[in-house]
């Protein structure tokens, strides 16, 4: 059967196959993706929250940390196990996770997430280099 | 009712993956089966359709264009609404296809009434319809694109800086993303216009209801896993790279709302080459759009003429059939005395 302006119509399909199959194309050839190994800390095992509370709403956690001590002057958060810790970035998180390149961007850097923490936060070690 | 049978169509997709992937375990079936087997369909699909509509022959040019065609020297021709050369036609289509030109014109019908009371019909400029295609083409392209970080490694930069412009309000946490307000508010206006309008409503069938609620439920199923649920990101990347590098693990702490999500898209996927969202491929052959009006210029030949048939004149149709005819009473040019 006869294509009507087969060359444009091809063109057309070989662009559209070009812009579906690129995302395969930019993957291949390198090596099979597992999530980033974080550097925990090596003095705690525990963090503030269970550890699959933390993985998806640590950020939800921070933002409640913020307004609840900066907005509403309330610094102590007791976790579901009863114990008392200091709403505090600094102080507390980071006295554990140390190291932002590390940690906290691993992840981050592999979903594309640009969290605005550090607009306002001191820049732990890690991102100095 | 067809809204009701369509919404109860996707619920019954919702519950499919719901117990499928929770209840029945077949997590792997629905993470890496289905999305690939959807996804092969919906490429196969597509330029098995595109190839269809090729072989249609292409018709004399339709140039009922809103513009002044190329004319008389002193006549200024409106080149990107009537154009008579490839250029001009290009930049008709890329108009259309990046600005909904042909919805832009949009009119309704509207009854008014003269000073002295006496009916007038009129045709007045209606925009709503470009409004809401607009808002949700363009949202749906943006989210569809962000969903590329889940399946590139690393995240090109373009891609990232997308992700940061896109929840750059830093409202709610997760930053809440403007083309996920796009996309909803888009759909919900154009299903909203399917049942206000009794016009509209009047012609709507389950094909134009099903796909805005298929819609509407993947992005209302994504807005609850990113802002409510909160699901796991990470692990959700895994399964979407597992796809992209055919390296498949068991999917291993992700939410049951991520294959509601997913068999939702793969439906849509499936869906796409057999219905009209197929306007996707088809909008660049629309024939009214993609041919310059040069029917003066260039000559046409009527592509599906067969030239096996020969032309059959009068003369010859009344040389087959003269005694019928004549025995009909029908008036003959030539009776069949003169003819012998």
Same mark, same amino acid.
């Given at each position: 059967?006869?294509?009507?302006?087969?060359?444009?119509?091809?063109?057309?399909?070989?662009?559209?196959?070009?812009?579906?199959?690129?995302?395969?194309?930019?993957?291949?050839?390198?090596?099979?993706?597992?999530?980033?190994?974080?550097?925990?800390?090596?003095?705690?095992?525990?963090?503030?929250?269970? *550890?699959?509370?933390?993985?998806?709403?640590?950020?939800?956690?921070?933002?409640?940390?913020?307004?609840?001590?900066?907005?509403?002057?309330?610094?102590?958060?007791?976790?579901?196990?009863?114990?008392?810790?200091?709403?505090?970035?600094? *102080?507390?998180?980071?006295?554990?996770?140390?190291?932002?390149?590390?940690?906290?961007?691993?992840?981050?850097?592999?979903?594309?997430?640009?969290?605005?923490?550090?607009?306002?936060?001191?820049?732990?070690?890690?991102? *100095?280099? | 009712?067809?809204?009701?049978?369509?919404?109860?169509?996707?619920?019954?997709?919702?519950?499919?993956?719901?117990?499928?992937?929770?209840? &029945?375990?077949?997590?792997?079936?629905? &993470?890496?089966?289905?999305?690939?087997? &959807?996804? /092969?369909?919906?490429? /196969?699909?597509?330029?098995?359709?595109?190839?269809?509509?090729?072989?249609?022959?292409?018709?004399?040019?339709?140039?009922?264009?809103?513009?002044?065609?190329?004319?008389?020297?002193?006549?200024?021709?409106?080149?990107?609404?009537?154009?008579?050369?490839?250029?001009?036609?290009?930049?008709?289509?890329?108009?259309? #296809?990046?600005?909904?030109?042909?919805?832009?014109?949009?009119?309704?019908? #509207?009854?008014?009434?003269?000073?002295?009371?006496?009916?007038?019909?009129?045709?007045?400029?209606?925009?709503?319809?470009?409004?809401?295609?607009?808002?949700?083409?363009?949202?749906?392209?943006?989210?569809?694109?962000?969903?590329?970080?889940?399946?590139?490694?690393?995240?090109?930069?373009?891609?990232?800086?997308?992700?940061?412009?896109?929840?750059?309000?830093?409202?709610?946490?997760?930053?809440?993303?403007?083309?996920?307000?796009?996309?909803?508010?888009?759909?919900?206006?154009?299903?909203?216009?399917?049942?206000?309008?009794?016009? #509209?409503?009047?012609?709507?069938?389950? %094909?134009?209801?099903?796909?805005?609620?298929?819609?509407? &439920?993947?992005?209302?199923?994504?807005?609850?896993?990113?802002?409510?649920?909160?699901?796991?990101?990470?692990?959700?990347?895994? #399964?979407?790279?597992?796809?992209?590098?055919?390296?498949?693990? /068991?999917?291993?702490?992700?939410?049951?709302?991520?294959? /509601?999500?997913?068999?939702?898209?793969?439906?849509?996927?499936?869906?796409?080459?057999?219905?009209?969202?197929?306007?996707?491929?088809?909008?660049?052959?629309?024939?009214?759009?993609?041919?310059?009006?040069?029917?003066?210029?260039?000559?046409?030949? %009527?592509?599906?003429? %067969?030239?096996?048939?020969?032309?059959?004149?009068?003369?010859?149709?009344?040389?087959?059939?003269?005694?019928?005819?004549?025995?009909?009473?029908?008036?003959?040019?030539?009776?069949?005395?003169?003819?012998?």
């Amino acid at each position: 059967m006869k294509l009507y302006n087969g060359g444009k119509i091809i063109t057309g399909l070989v662009i559209f196959l070009g812009v579906f199959l690129a995302p395969f194309a930019y993957n291949m050839g390198k090596a099979a993706y597992s999530q980033p190994k974080l550097k925990m800390p090596e003095n705690e095992k525990e963090c503030i929250e269970s *550890k699959e509370f933390m993985r998806t709403k640590h950020m939800q956690l921070l933002n409640d940390w913020r307004d609840w001590s900066l907005r509403d002057g309330k610094w102590v958060y007791v976790n579901s196990k009863g114990k008392e810790f200091e709403m505090s970035l600094q *102080k507390t998180c980071m006295k554990c996770h140390t190291n932002k390149a590390e940690f906290c961007d691993k992840c981050h850097n592999d979903a594309a997430v640009t969290p605005y923490c550090w607009d306002c936060h001191i820049q732990p070690e890690g991102l *100095k280099k | 009712m067809k809204a009701i049978f369509s919404l109860l169509m996707v619920l019954a997709l919702v519950v499919i993956a719901t117990v499928g992937a929770g209840a &029945a375990k077949m997590q792997t079936i629905f &993470a890496y089966c289905i999305p690939g087997t &959807a996804f /092969v369909i919906f490429l /196969v699909g597509f330029v098995c359709k595109i190839i269809s509509w090729a072989k249609s022959p292409v018709p004399f040019r339709i140039p009922t264009t809103g513009g002044q065609q190329q004319s008389l020297d002193w006549i200024p021709q409106n080149k990107w609404d009537n154009p008579s050369t490839g250029p001009q036609t290009f930049m008709r289509m890329v108009l259309e #296809v990046l600005t909904f030109r042909s919805l832009f014109r949009n009119t309704k019908v #509207v009854l008014k009434h003269d000073d002295g009371k006496n009916p007038i019909v009129a045709y007045v400029s209606a925009k709503w319809l470009w409004l809401f295609a607009i808002l949700f083409h363009y949202g749906f392209l943006i989210v569809a694109v962000r969903h590329l970080r889940l399946f590139l490694q690393p995240v090109p930069a373009p891609l990232a800086f997308l992700d940061w412009s896109d929840s750059v309000l830093q409202i709610l946490t997760p930053a809440i993303y403007i083309s996920d307000l796009l996309l909803l508010t888009g759909l919900t206006m154009l299903l909203a216009r399917r049942f206000i309008d009794a016009k #509209v409503r009047y012609i709507s069938l389950v %094909n134009d209801y099903f796909p805005l609620f298929l819609i509407l &439920a993947i992005a209302l199923s994504g807005v609850y896993m990113r802002y409510i649920v909160k699901v796991d990101v990470m692990s959700i990347k895994d #399964v979407a790279m597992g796809l992209a590098t055919f390296n498949f693990k /068991v999917p291993a702490g992700v939410d049951v709302s991520f294959f /509601v999500h997913i068999f939702l898209v793969s439906t849509l996927l499936v869906y796409f080459p057999f219905s009209k969202l197929m306007h996707m491929g088809g909008v660049f052959l629309s024939p009214t759009r993609n041919m310059p009006n040069d029917t003066r210029m260039v000559h046409y030949e %009527n592509v599906w003429n %067969n030239p096996a048939i020969k032309p059959h004149s009068y003369e010859a149709y009344e040389d087959d059939f003269r005694e019928p005819m004549f025995e009909a009473g029908l008036p003959l040019d030539k009776s069949p005395e003169d003819a012998a």
